[in-house]
């Protein structure tokens, strides 16, 4: 049952990126709505621009929740604690994926999965100290803290992987041109590159390479994720809780090393980025926690369980509130303006 719950949830994810890629890219994928708030002199109207890309953000966010709930409660973790952890990680990474990357590009609109990861990973640590100095009276079932650093491992590589369908909306974090490269970076990727279309992608405004064949980067990305996500999962539930969070962290953290060199984004001004210094980081750091952590003890995983805990009507809830929340906050674009105006088809009355 366990495969089968993998090579679904893989399929579900692999089709939702493949529709990423082939729509994404273009003019009409950006701007989801545009509210009217202000109207001017000449009697337009100044509108608030909601994106696909706080969409896509948060279609990841959630997906990377519940992918987390269900590997807690597949080892029986009790909901309450499944859902404090979570939440100490939501309050650390989305302040920083801001924070930290405004101060690393300075740039005050920019956003990093790069930078709330690292900050993530540190809260997940502290989190299993926590948990393994004791647990204060409660009678419920904890995790012990290598198996919830392997299911946090797990769901940031679903999230980065699904997420970088955000970036290739907004047309952000985007390779290099394909006349800029190689010739055996070139050959390889002559018939899989991205094009973007619009004046209003990052791509066109930061480089002016709109309309020029570049390294897919961003669906690479999200291939090498999920993927080492998927493998994680088959780890997980065989009850190699180590051997997954040593994988995935490295495979996530180690790609985005590589990755750097191919990006044409501005990622600092120097050649090794601050980003590629925060993944060799948090790789020591993940090999320190392996090191300090106990061994974990043998739990049988049982995914078709933890099935059970994020549908629960109540965590549902909470994920819409979060899903709205993050819509809002990272949907509403503070570098695209807009201009409107109404009229009347009079052939219609």
Same mark, same amino acid.
């Given at each position: 049952?366990?495969?089968?719950?993998? $090579?679904?949830?893989?399929?579900?994810?692999?089709?939702?990126?493949?529709?990423?890629?082939?729509?994404?890219?273009?003019?009409?994928?950006?701007?989801?709505?545009?509210? &009217?708030?202000?109207?001017?002199?000449?009697?337009?109207?100044?509108?608030?621009?909601?994106?696909?890309?706080?969409?896509?953000?948060?279609?990841?966010?959630?997906?990377?929740?519940?992918?987390?709930?269900?590997?807690?409660?597949?080892?029986?973790?009790?909901?309450?604690? *499944?859902?404090?952890?979570?939440?100490?990680?939501?309050?650390?990474?989305?302040?920083?994926?801001?924070?930290?990357?405004?101060?690393?590009?300075?740039?005050?609109?920019?956003?990093?999965?790069?930078?709330?990861?690292?900050?993530?990973?540190?809260?997940?640590?502290?989190?299993?100290?926590?948990?393994?100095? @004791?647990?204060?009276?409660?009678? @419920?079932?904890?995790?012990?803290?290598?198996?919830?650093?392997?299911?946090?491992?797990?769901?940031?590589?679903?999230?980065? =992987?699904?997420?970088?369908?955000?970036?290739? *909306?907004?047309?952000?974090?985007?390779?290099?041109?394909?006349?800029?490269?190689?010739?055996?970076?070139?050959?390889?990727?002559?018939?899989?590159?991205?094009?973007?279309?619009?004046?209003?992608?990052?791509?066109?405004?930061?480089?002016?390479?709109?309309?020029? &064949?570049? $390294?897919?980067?961003?669906?690479?990305?999200?291939?090498?994720?999920?993927?080492?996500?998927?493998?994680?999962?088959?780890?997980?539930?065989?009850?190699?809780?180590?051997?997954?969070? $040593?994988?995935?962290?490295?495979?996530?953290?180690?790609?985005?090393?590589?990755?750097?060199?191919?990006?044409?984004?501005?990622?600092?001004?120097?050649?090794?980025?601050?980003?590629?210094?925060?993944?060799?980081?948090?790789?020591?750091? =993940?090999?320190?926690?392996?090191?300090?952590?106990?061994? &974990?003890?043998?739990?049988?995983?049982?995914?078709?369980?933890?099935?059970? $805990?994020?549908?629960?009507?109540?965590?549902?809830?909470?994920?819409?509130?979060?899903?709205?929340?993050?819509?809002?906050?990272?949907?509403?674009?503070?570098?695209?303006?807009?201009?409107? *105006?109404?009229?009347?088809?009079?052939?219609?009355?």
């Amino acid at each position: 049952m366990n495969g089968i719950i993998i $090579v679904k949830m893989f399929l579900g994810f692999l089709l939702y990126q493949v529709w990423g890629f082939r729509k994404l890219p273009k003019e009409n994928s950006q701007i989801l709505a545009v509210i &009217p708030v202000r109207q001017r002199p000449d009697g337009n109207w100044e509108g608030i621009n909601l994106t696909y890309y706080g969409v896509l953000i948060a279609n990841a966010i959630v997906a990377a929740s519940f992918s987390f709930m269900i590997l807690m409660g597949s080892i029986g973790v009790d909901l309450q604690i *499944s859902l404090c952890i979570l939440t100490v990680l939501l309050c650390l990474t989305l302040p920083a994926a801001g924070i930290l990357s405004r101060w690393i590009e300075n740039k005050p609109n920019t956003f990093s999965t790069g930078a709330a990861s690292i900050l993530g990973l540190i809260g997940a640590g502290l989190t299993g100290a926590i948990i393994q100095m @004791g647990s204060w009276g409660y009678t @419920g079932v904890t995790p012990e803290p290598i198996p919830m650093l392997a299911g946090i491992s797990i769901a940031y590589c679903f999230g980065e =992987g699904l997420g970088r369908l955000a970036c290739i *909306s907004f047309g952000c974090c985007y390779g290099k041109p394909l006349q800029q490269s190689s010739p055996l970076v070139k050959k390889i990727f002559k018939k899989f590159h991205f094009v973007f279309y619009g004046q209003t992608k990052k791509i066109a405004y930061a480089h002016g390479w709109d309309g020029l &064949p570049v $390294v897919p980067v961003q669906a690479i990305t999200a291939i090498i994720c999920t993927t080492s996500g998927m493998l994680g999962m088959i780890l997980f539930s065989n009850s190699l809780f180590t051997e997954t969070f $040593v994988f995935t962290l490295f495979v996530s953290q180690g790609w985005r090393l590589f990755s750097e060199f191919f990006r044409g984004d501005f990622r600092g001004s120097r050649k090794f980025t601050a980003y590629q210094y925060l993944s060799i980081f948090s790789m020591v750091l =993940g090999i320190l926690f392996v090191l300090v952590f106990p061994a &974990p003890s043998f739990h049988s995983v049982e995914l078709i369980s933890g099935l059970g $805990v994020p549908f629960n009507p109540g965590v549902i809830l909470l994920f819409a509130v979060i899903w709205f929340f993050i819509v809002t906050y990272l949907g509403k674009s503070k570098v695209i303006g807009s201009n409107l *105006s109404f009229f009347v088809h009079m052939d219609r009355i």
